[in-house]
């Protein structure tokens, strides 16, 4: 029995001294004040994109919809997380798949397909809950699109297109973008 407590006791403290600072981080989250909570959960944003790919007319009729997630924490923190898709199924607007992508960017690392997409606005802007300081400034891309690389391993690289770009590179112009406005919500 004796040698137990001497095998079992400085693994406690091993265990003990492992998992202390993850717990009291998990207490600290636990503990931080609740954002005020959405009185609309739901939004339905119905969109138009036309543009050309070399030459030829497209457009594209959709609707963003917009749902409420619960809370995440991060930062020191909380925040209202939320969740969107396209009522198509599809994740995204996208204009084009590139099918001879270059083979790595220019960081070194190895692309295995690139699309170039139209970025929509952070569902918390729709549904009226941005926070000020974050996204204060963001305006659609228009006429500048996306280009996001899957690189090996699955990670996901992307970057702003200009309008000039994207035609020279890919062919591509943006001529027209509509959305429905966000929604005015209040918290409590």
């Known amino acids: 029995m004796k040698y137990l407590l001497i095998i079992l006791?400085?693994?406690?403290?091993?265990?003990?001294?492992?998992?202390?600072?993850?717990?009291?981080?998990?207490?600290?989250?636990?503990?931080?004040?609740?954002?005020?909570?959405?009185?609309?959960?739901?939004?339905?944003?119905?969109?138009?994109?036309?543009?050309?790919?070399?030459?030829?007319q497209k457009v594209i009729e959709d609707t963003l919809i917009c749902e409420y997630d619960g809370i995440v924490v991060g930062s020191g923190e909380k925040f209202l997380k939320w969740k969107s898709w396209l009522d198509s199924g599809k994740n995204s607007i996208v204009l084009l798949e590139v099918k001879n992508p270059p083979r790595e960017d220019k960081?070194?690392?190895?692309?295995?397909?690139?699309?170039?997409?139209?970025?929509?606005?952070?569902?918390?802007?729709?549904?009226?809950?941005?926070?000020?300081?974050?996204?204060?400034?963001?305006?659609?891309?228009?006429?500048?699109?996306?280009?996001?690389?899957?690189?090996?391993?699955?990670a996901i690289s992307n970057k702003r297109i200009s309008a000039d770009e994207l035609l020279e590179e890919y062919g591509i112009r943006l001529i027209s973008w509509e959305i429905a406005p966000p929604i005015v919500n209040s918290f409590r």
């Not at 003990?16 to 739901?42: C, D, K, Q, R």
């Not at 891309?141 to 280009?147: E, G, I, K, Q, V």
Request: proline letters at 9%; a negative charge; aromatic letters at 16%.
């Open 9 to 56: 006791i400085p693994i406690a403290l091993i265990l003990i001294y492992a998992t202390l600072p993850w717990v009291a981080i998990g207490m600290h989250s636990f503990f931080l004040p609740s954002p005020p909570m959405p009185e609309i959960n739901y939004g339905e944003f119905p969109f138009k994109l036309v543009y050309e790919v070399n030459g030829d």
């Open 107 to 154: 960081h070194g690392r190895k692309i295995k397909s690139r699309s170039i997409v139209y970025w929509l606005a952070p569902t918390e802007i729709h549904m009226g809950a941005q926070r000020k300081s974050y996204y204060e400034k963001f305006e659609y891309t228009f006429p500048d699109a996306a280009c996001y690389d899957v690189l090996d391993g699955g």
